[in-house]
């Protein structure tokens, strides 16, 4: 599709490290007409240092969106990257999920209105993630299926995403059997489609919140496709602190709850962000 811009939503805590590997990516991106906009949810000085330093570089249009923590606020944080973005497609990832050069492409070349479009990732050993360095970034050689093995890369039934030719990618999206839940990872949405559901529900902590988000742009009529085969992110390994169990069962509660009463509108997402 031409003459769309993007806008690429980025959440990060305390990871500067990897987030700075993630930014590298974008700066090698075929698609060029976009901007980043990093929800930040409470990190400190480190991390808004990495961020100064790669705009500084590569001249990549970044905005720093910030609040101070105070515990699990993403939802809150990706609402305000929602607001704060200045174009009409937006795709979301995480600052720990490293793009192909040709994520953004795509995802641009697959957009239609009325959908929203899935894809995955793959999730590295703390081993592969160290061992992947702004070189192996820039010349793609992270994406190469020998030396992601070479380094430490499981060969499994979810890491062999990475090894078809990429001519086989619609084929093998149309025999995906993973449903088509929205993963904040790797998906991409039309910004009037999150106005009109009125974003993510800041009730919503740690346990499937964008899927919650998918569940209620389903119901507004929004079609779900897989591009699992067409856009790959590579998931740096990190510790997950802030898993809650109680709290992923009564997000799942909710979510299914909005799924059976076709609700559309959240009372608590857009409309609670200040300014």
């Known amino acids: 599709m031409s003459q769309v811009r993007v806008s690429v939503i980025l959440t990060t805590y305390q990871s500067p490290a990897w987030l700075e590997k993630v930014l590298w990516g974008y700066s090698v991106q075929t698609f060029r007409d976009f901007e980043i906009v990093v929800a930040d949810d409470g990190s400190g000085a480190e991390t808004r240092d990495v961020i100064d330093a790669v705009r500084d570089e590569t001249g990549m249009e970044i905005q720093h969106i910030w609040h101070a923590d105070d515990g699990f606020r993403k939802c809150e944080i990706l609402n305000k990257g929602i607001i704060s973005s200045r174009a009409d497609y937006l795709v979301f990832s995480d600052g720990d999920c490293i793009p192909r050069n040709d994520f953004l492409a795509e995802h641009v070349r697959h957009a239609r209105q009325g959908t929203f479009l899935t894809g995955s990732y793959v999730r590295l050993p703390m081993t592969t993630s160290e061992r992947i360095t702004k070189d192996e970034i820039l010349s793609g050689r992270c994406f190469d299926w020998g030396w992601l093995v070479a380094n430490g890369l499981p060969v499994t039934r979810k890491t062999r995403k990475l090894k078809p ?11 995906a059997v993973a449903r088509t839940n929205f993963k904040g990872g790797n998906s991409s949405v039309w910004k009037e489609d999150v106005l009109a559901i009125n974003g993510f529900d800041q009730r919503m902590q740690w346990g499937g ?3 919650e988000f998918g569940v209620r742009l389903k119901n507004y009529g929004v079609k779900a496709r897989h591009i699992r085969y067409d856009t790959h992110v590579l998931h740096l390994d990190h510790g997950r602190g802030y898993r809650d169990v109680e709290q992923a069962k009564a997000n799942k509660m909710l979510r299914e709850q909005n799924r059976k009463e076709g609700v559309i509108r959240t009372g608590h997402g857009l409309n609670l962000v200040d300014g």
């Open 165 to 175: 030719h990429k001519r086989w990618a619609w084929v093998l999206n149309q025999l």
């Open 209 to 211: 919140l964008d899927r």
